[in-house]
């Protein structure tokens, strides 16, 4: 008999970790699981998912029972914030994966550009005025960790985890983002030096947006002197999009706007359509595997000063697809963008190269399931056990402000 496996994902929007979560679910599904999904009626797996292997339980209001012996996928979040509205057994066992360097971190509703600015700043505060939350998280993660129940995506989030918890992470379990293999690369013959093409992959808001404004910002730099002409194919939506549009409609260069492809059309975007790509997370690994020669952006909540230096995919280390950059650290890219578009000029081929082989090497998705896959038989941690650790209780101050968000 099939285990039941929920993967608990409801989310609209178009991002990597649904993305993960559809992947997973199509590889798990030919396992020996049942597999059910809980998502939005509209939102990003159920719309997407082609499977009739896969059940989809839409998440509402009402209450939603999980059925006797199952196991639970879901990402790493702050124990208190748990859904309400599932109605999970005794039995019920867990796994979580740590997708975001801030999924443990309690939160701190007002001046967030403020805080992730100031980091030392903003954990005195947590310790402070939040050291019950602090507390709660940390509690979490030592059981999640003493039964082999959570795993992370990259040393970002394990380092990030760490600083705000006070927590020593050795010998942790990592599953980094996963990517399906594209063995067909070959990209279309094109003539970069006379029309460079330039694209950006992601949603066009919150801490993403910065990263954008400062490739925009240098690319307007050089371009009357490099005597090339420039297209930006900017892929994505978001609540910051009309300011980027605004931003770039008196430009010189020549700005395409698309709001979304889906995977394979951006797949036979990327391999015919782009010569140099600018992203973060899943949507740079899909660049890497398209053989695109790829610069992986850093979060930033802040606007990126001269200063700030991009990296190539294959340089990456850890699995970061994205550092957390601050007023103390500014990433570990080396590159300005002159450099990249000399690199562009006298050898993409061979970067593309590098960057398919940096995904093969790290982000095959066949080998990461199949890890999570073993994680998931591995754990053991049950419902009863996170209900009696307390771990789950929320205070006054954070019911106020999940009431003040609606």
């Given amino acids: 008999m099939k285990k039941n496996l929920y993967l608990i994902f409801p989310y609209r929007g178009t991002g990597g970790v649904s993305i993960l979560f559809k992947r997973a679910a199509e590889w798990l599904a030919d396992k020996d699981y049942s597999i059910k999904v809980i998502d939005y009626s509209d939102g990003f797996i159920s719309k997407n998912v082609d499977n009739e292997n896969i059940e989809i339980i839409s998440y509402k209001d009402s209450l939603i029972e999980i059925l006797d012996n199952s196991i639970c996928l879901m990402q790493l979040m702050t124990p208190w914030s748990i859904f309400k509205n599932i109605n999970f057994k005794s039995d019920t066992k867990f796994f979580f994966w740590n997708c975001h360097p801030n999924n443990l971190i309690p939160s701190i509703p007002i001046f967030s550009n403020y805080f992730e600015q100031n980091l030392v700043f903003k954990k005195k505060f947590i310790n402070s005025f939040l050291s019950k939350y602090q507390k709660n998280s940390k509690s979490f993660l030592e059981l999640l960790l003493k039964n082999r129940s959570v795993a992370f995506m990259d ?5 990030n985890t760490e600083f705000f918890l006070d927590i020593n992470l050795k010998n942790v379990q990592k599953l980094p983002i996963p990517v399906i293999l594209d063995k067909k690369s070959i990209n279309k013959n094109h003539d970069f030096k006379k029309t460079l093409r330039v694209t950006w992959v992601g949603r066009i808001e919150d801490f993403k947006t910065k990263s954008l404004e400062k490739v925009i910002g240098d690319l307007e730099n050089i371009n009357q002197s490099l005597g090339t002409h420039i297209i930006f194919n900017l892929i994505g939506q ?20 698309f709001d979304y492809l889906e995977i394979s059309q951006l797949k036979k975007f990327l391999k015919e359509e782009t010569d140099l790509l600018f ?15 790829t610069i992986v952006l850093d979060i930033s909540h802040t606007k990126l000063t001269s ?7 294959y340089e990456i280390d850890g699995y970061n ?7 103390r650290f500014l990433g570990t890219g080396t590159h300005k963008i002159e450099n ?3 690199e562009i000029f006298s050898n993409k081929d061979h970067i593309g190269e590098l960057c398919k082989n940096y995904v093969e090497m790290n982000h095959d998705s066949e080998s990461i399931f199949k890890n999570l896959e073993l994680f998931l038989n591995d754990s053991s941690l049950r419902w009863d056990e996170l209900v009696s650790s307390k771990v789950l209780e929320s205070n006054l101050i954070y019911k106020i402000y999940k009431y003040l968000l609606g």
């Fill in 155 to 159: 040393d970002v989030n394990i380092k």
């Fill in 340 to 342: 990249v578009i000399n």
């Fill in 321 to 327: 697809l994205a550092e957390v950059v601050h007023k």
């Fill in 279 to 293: 992203a973060m997370g899943t949507s740079a690994l899909e660049g890497g595997n398209c053989s695109v020669p």
């Fill in 307 to 313: 200063n700030y230096n991009y990296k190539w995919l």
């Fill in 238 to 257: 978001g609540k910051d999009l009309n300011q980027i549009k605004n931003k770039t409609s008196l430009s010189s260069l020549d700005y395409r706007f």
